[in-house]
């Protein structure tokens, strides 16, 4: 039997969702729990990658349990993960659902404050900057969604078998005093450090790095105009998957108490 599992995690203390050699994943951490469980590996698949210390207000995977159980498997897993993950629900599906393939949107939400604040530093990130020039900001990210092809918008483009996304819509969003904002983006999929090399790219423009015009030339030609580093992860979330079959609502408060209701567009 396929069942999805909605969760969130934070992901400072993680090299990402994907398992991987001689690193801690999040993937890893839930197989060894429920191993410990059921006494057999459950292999799990994921809705997607998260990059290392990157967080997920909402995520899913799916496993296959074949083991009849009539145990309370979301109080016991919660018990025994660690607290920066959460299990919400388990859900039994019908058929053979794919948390990776069947996804038809994914948001992303980045959030950025230009002071030095201790408890604000694990939820988003810390650019120590002045006079960025927001409504510039504005300009390029309303750019985004009229483009298809981010290949100059990512790491490796030539391992992908294309560099089409569709982006579906994208936003920037500034708290009154101007010293913290969210950069939100949804799309089908994303490519390799996408949002964070865009993010990059927007902070850039916001300091007067890059004109709207060399921003909008890279997704016209597909090549970078100025070498641009990818923002930080920390601050980075993925905060929304949708299904044709299933669309829940986050179950997290952590980007509403950040965004905070006074928060506008930019």
């Not at 203390?13 to 059921?38: C, N, R």
């Not at 799309?187 to 990059?200: D, E, P």
């Not at 890059?210 to 030339?217: A, G, N, P, V, Y």
Request: proline content about 5%; glycine content about 4%.
């Amino acid at each position: 039997m396929r069942y999805f599992f909605h969760i969130a995690y934070q992901g400072q203390y993680f090299s990402g969702w994907q398992k991987q050699p001689g690193v801690k994943s999040v993937q890893e951490v839930i197989e060894q729990t429920l191993f410990k469980i059921f006494k057999t590996p459950i292999p799990i698949i994921g809705c997607g990658r998260t990059d290392a210390h990157v967080h997920a207000s909402q995520f899913f995977f799916h496993a296959d349990i074949e083991k009849d159980f009539d145990f309370d498997l979301l109080y016991i897993l919660n018990k025994a993960l660690p607290y920066n993950i959460a299990i919400f629900d388990i859900i039994k599906m019908e058929g053979k659902p794919h948390a990776r393939f069947d996804a038809v949107q994914r948001k992303y939400d980045y959030f950025i404050h230009t002071y030095k604040d201790p408890f604000l530093s694990n939820q988003s990130s810390f650019y120590q900057l002045k006079n960025l020039d927001f409504d510039k900001m504005k300009a390029v990210v309303k750019l985004l969604p009229k483009y298809k092809d981010y290949r100059a918008f990512c790491t490796h483009p030539d391992k992908y078998e294309h560099t089409i996304c569709n982006v579906m819509a994208a936003d920037l969003f500034v708290n009154p005093k101007g010293d913290r904002f969210r950069f939100h983006i949804a799309s089908n999929r994303f490519l390799g450090k996408m949002i964070r090399i865009t993010m990059g790219k927007i902070l850039m423009v916001g300091k007067g790095e890059l004109s709207f015009d060399e921003f909008e030339s890279e997704l016209i030609n597909l090549k970078a105009s100025k070498l641009s580093l990818p923002a930080h992860p920390t601050g980075l979330y993925l905060s929304k998957v949708t299904y044709p079959y299933l669309n829940l609502e986050p179950r997290t408060e952590i980007i509403s108490a950040v965004q905070g209701i006074e928060w506008k567009l930019a």
